[in-house]
Nanobody, 121 residues
């Protein structure tokens, strides 16, 4: 059973930094894109950042220049370094990954349970 486990959320003051981690486990054969999305109360879930297994990255417009995504393929782990945090970055952050569990299987999309990030003074 594939699981994505996030860590690193919490409360931080405006202008501060946090690093989120997400590790995928459970019978993984290969992982393609991994990424982060967020959802604030009353808003739709939006892309924060994603990275392919080849290292190609994509960022949401609101975080470009402040957040940096990376991954460790050997550990099936992705990280997002969040700098210059703003109150509007407050949301639940969800990890997402495209994973196949066998050579002949197709990639399926998985979500983590989310971690709360609160930016407030």
């Amino acid at each position: 059973q594939v699981q994505l486990v996030e860590s690193g959320g919490g409360l931080v003051q405006p202008g501060g930094s946090l690093r989120l981690s997400c590790t995928a486990s459970g019978g993984i054969f290969a992982t393609h894109a991994m990424g982060w999305y967020r959802q604030a109360p009353g808003k739709q879930r939006e892309l924060v950042a994603r990275i392919t297994s080849f290292g190609v990255t994509e960022y949401g417009d609101s975080v470009l220049g402040r957040f940096t995504i990376s991954r460790d393929n050997a550990k099936n782990t992705t990280y997002v370094q969040m700098n210059s945090l703003k109150p509007e970055d407050t949301a639940v952050y969800y990890c997402n990954a495209d994973i196949k569990t066998a050579r002949w299987a197709s990639f399926n999309n998985y979500w983590g349970q989310g971690t709360q990030v609160t930016v407030s003074s």
